[in-house]
Nanobody, 118 residues
Framework: QVQLVESGGGLVQAGGSLRLSCAAS??????????MGWYRQAPGKQRELVAD???????KYVDFVKDRFTISRDNAKNTVYLQMNSLKPDDTAVYYC??????????WGQGTQVTVSS
């Protein structure tokens, strides 16, 4: 079992910044095969990928956050971060941390609310 604890959400004005953190704990082995990422879900919309990162540091971003968001990871702490800059009202959503390992399975955090006011 893997537990994910997220932090860092909140209310910010447009153009502002927030940093999300997600710490994984539990039975974590073979860290080199694990992908961690962030998804978001706005009201009335489906959950969508924001960015993810492999243990080797390879990253993937969706177009609407490129050049604004940066995902990073500390393998020693089993923690993934999402630095969000130049936030827009359209970024308002619940952000979920995701952990996937071929031996551990797929896990979700409880979600953290990000609200961007105009």
């Amino acid at each position: 079992q893997v537990q994910l604890v997220e932090s860092g959400g909140g209310l910010v004005q447009a153009g502002g910044s927030l940093r999300l953190s997600c710490a994984a704990s539990g039975t974590i082995s073979r860290i080199n095969r694990i992908i961690m990422g962030w998804y978001r879900q706005a009201p009335g919309k489906q959950r969508e990928l924001v960015a993810d990162i492999t243990s080797g540091g390879s990253t993937k971003y969706v177009d609407f956050v490129k050049d604004r968001f940066t995902i990073s990871r500390d393998n020693a702490k089993n923690t993934v971060y999402l630095q969000m800059n130049s936030l827009k009202p359209d970024d308002t959503a619940v952000y979920y941390c995701n952990f996937y390992g071929p031996f551990q399975g797929n896990y979700w955090g409880q979600g953290t609310q990000v609200t961007v006011s105009s």
